[in-house]
Every structure is written in structure tokens, then in C-alpha cells.
């Protein structure tokens, strides 16, 4: 997720278990792009043990091919193209979610990033532009170039991220594609982990937004796929979490300032404070210093009381993820 999964985070929530494996954030390439260093670092500095796969995203086929022969040389699992990113910058310029609307020009990227990498190359998806309805041409598309896993986001690029995922649309891929099918969208804990699963019978799950407020999230999930109880997250444990990815991303900044690292923290404050305590989001929404912003941490999170499973349903960033249950 774009300045979200860099190299300081990935190491963080590593240390609560983390994900099978990692995509980074994506490199955005045009014609004359060179790797940007700083997320190249996420795959040259990896230290999670985990594979990481490289998402590209842009819409010029040279560019495209260049820079995934040139990424061969990384310790990459693989390539990940992503068709999903719906911010109207990338649409505009027909890459991202936006090639959706361009079958043709997507398949001939599909066809030239394929006969380009010998390893593994995946698709991230969403289920159309417009409508989902769209996805059926869409997955005939995909079966053509072997790809070798398809990721969907069950959401239209139009529906951004606030709606209940079309479940529907990513079990008729399970059924109708080669490869795995991994579901993403609206995974918040366990059991709209296993619901998503349920309703679609994708081979696996991605996390987006909940592993960033719950980044026990995946090893809960394991627990429960082994038939143990997940291990259940205190406020303390979110305060050493909190703890823990201010040094990581303080300790990877160039030039650090305090205030704008606690303006860089709120990012992720604002996935991770949903569902806490009201006066607990306004406080951090205004901390404008380290000290008020460890301060109101701590008022708010140092004890042992359990944090809710899932953030409320009906908040500004998570919502219609009750459908998964
Ligand atoms: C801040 C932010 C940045 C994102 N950046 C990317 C990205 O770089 N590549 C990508 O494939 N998806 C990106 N996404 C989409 C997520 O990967 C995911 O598809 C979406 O949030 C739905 O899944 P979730 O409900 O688990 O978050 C981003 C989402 C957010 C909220």
C-alpha cells in the first residue's frame, strides 16, 4: 500500500506474526523511470524472512517490460501488476484501475509482461470500472496470459473502498481462472477472514487496512485455520505496536523533524484509533508534538483491557465489511 507497506512498517508488523508474504508499495513506472530507492529498499533490506513480490503499475508497455527485466535482478518473488489503484492521477493516465476501461491496451501489457517474466507474474485487480458486471470480459481476458495468481479487490474503481465487496464476482474467478485466486477487501478479523474465504473459495486472503490496525490479524488467522484460539490483542499491545512503529519509521527517516514525524505517524494512527475511544481519535488527530502524542498513547492505551475485535462498522474507513460474517 502506497506510504504504507515501506520497509520500517513491513518490519514492524513482522514482528507480530505478519503475512506469508509481502507486496510492496508501487513502483510507478513510465518511460524514462529509473527504480525509486526507497522502495527498492524494501526488497534489497528485507529482513522479514517472508518473499516479496514487486507490484509495478503504469500503462507503457516498453516501460513496463524494462523495468520487470530489471527487477529480476532483486531477490523478488515475483511481479505484481496492479489494475486496481483507483486514485483519478493514475486513472487518468489509463494505468492502475483505469486500464480496466481499456481491455485492449491491458491485454497487450498482460501478453508483453508475460512473454517478459520467467517467474512468477500476478495480477491485483478490482471487478471492473463502472460496474461489476464488467468482470466476466475481464476474467476472459486474464485466463489468456498465464498469470499465476489473480488478486481481487471485490470492489469497481468507481466504488473506491466504502462498500460491501462483491463476493460473488471473486468466486466466479476461483471457478473460472487457472491459477489461485486470493480475495481482498473488507478483511478485518477473524471471522470476516473466514467468512471471505467461505463466500468465495479463494485460495487465500490479502490484508490491506486491518493488517495496519490489527497486525496480529494474520497470525490469528492462522491460529484459527489450525483450530486454536486466537490470541486476543490488549490496549497494552497496541501501545508497544504504536511503540514500535514510530522508532522503525523514525529510524528510516532522512532529515527527521519530531513534529512531522507525529504528522507521519497519523497516517496509520487513523486506522489504528477506530473503534477506541472517540476522544482518543481527537486527541492524535491534534497532537502536534511527540510528547502530546505519546501522551494521549498512553492515557488511552496503557492497561490490559481487550481492544475490540473489529472497528465499528459504520466508520469513515472501514465499513460494509459486516456482509463478510
Ligand atoms: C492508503 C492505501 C494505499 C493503497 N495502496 C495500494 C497499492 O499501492 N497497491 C495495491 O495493490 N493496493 C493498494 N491499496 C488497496 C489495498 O491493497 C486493498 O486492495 C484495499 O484497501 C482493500 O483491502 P482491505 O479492505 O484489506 O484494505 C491501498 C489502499 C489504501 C487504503
Known amino acids: 500500500m502506497q506510504d504504507v507497506t515501506n520497509l520500517p512498517f513491513m518490519s514492524v508488523i513482522q514482528r507480530y506474526g505478519g ?33 516479496i513480490y514487486a507490484q509495478l503499475i503504469g500503462q507503457d508497455i516498453e516501460a513496463l517490460v524494462r523495468v520487470a527485466r530489471e527487477l529480476q535482478h532483486y ?32 491485454e497487450a501489457i498482460l501478453s508483453a509482461m508475460r512473454d517478459a517474466i520467467p517467474g512468477k507474474f500476478t495480477v491485483k485487480t478490482r471487478v471492473g470500472f463502472h460496474k461489476h458486471d464488467e468482470f466476466t470480459g475481464l476474467l476472459d481476458i486474464f485466463k489468456r496470459y498465464a498469470i499465476d495468481t489473480l488478486t481481487i479487490h471485490g470492489r469497481t474503481v468507481q466504488e473506491r473502498y ?27 478479523d477473524v471471522q470476516t477472514g473466514h467468512g471471505a474465504l467461505r463466500l468465495t473459495g479463494a485460495a487465500g486472503l490479502m490484508i490491506g487496512r486491518g493488517a495496519i490496525r490489527n497486525p496480529w ?16 490483542v490488549t490496549r497494552a499491545g497496541l501501545l508497544d505496536y504504536i511503540g514500535n512503529l514510530y522508532e522503525q519509521i523514525a529510524s528510516h527517516t532522512v532529515d527527521f523533524d519530531a513534529c512531522k514525524h507525529v504528522n507521519r505517524m497519523k497516517k496509520y494512527m487513523l486506522y489504528i484509533a477506530q473503534g477506541i475511544d472517540e476522544e482518543f481519535e481527537y486527541r492524535i488527530r ?40
Open 19 to 51: 503475512p506469508d508474504y509481502y507486496v510492496t508499495e508501487y513502483f510507478r513506472v513510465h518511460a524514462d523511470y529509473s527504480l525509486e530507492k526507497k522502495i527498492l529498499s524494501s526488497i534489497t533490506e528485507n529482513q522479514t524472512g517472508k518473499p
Open 75 to 106: 531477490p523478488i518473488a515475483g511481479i505484481d501488476l496492479n489494475l486496481g489503484c483507483p486514485a483519478p492521477v493514475v486513472c487518468r493516465k489509463d494505468a492502475g484501475g483505469g486500464l480496466l476501461r481499456k481491455p485492449q491496451q491491458m
Open 162 to 188: 466504502q462498500t460491501p465487496v462483491h463476493t460473488d464476482c471473486i468466486r466466479m474467478a476461483v471457478e473460472h481462472m487457472h491459477c489461485p485466486v486470493m480475495a481482498n477487501g473488507n478483511v478485518v
Open 217 to 232: 490479524i494474520f497470525e490469528q488467522l492462522r491460529a484459527s485455520f489450525a483450530g486454536n484460539s486466537p490470541t486476543r
Open 286 to 325: 491534534r497532537a502536534t508534538s511527540p510528547e502530546d502524542f505519546h501522551a494521549t498513547c498512553n492515557d488511552f492505551l496503557a492497561n490490559n483491557s481487550p481492544l475490540p475485535e473489529c472497528p465499528p462498522e459504520n466508520s469513515k474507513l472501514f465499513c460494509g465489511f459486516d456482509a463478510l460474517r
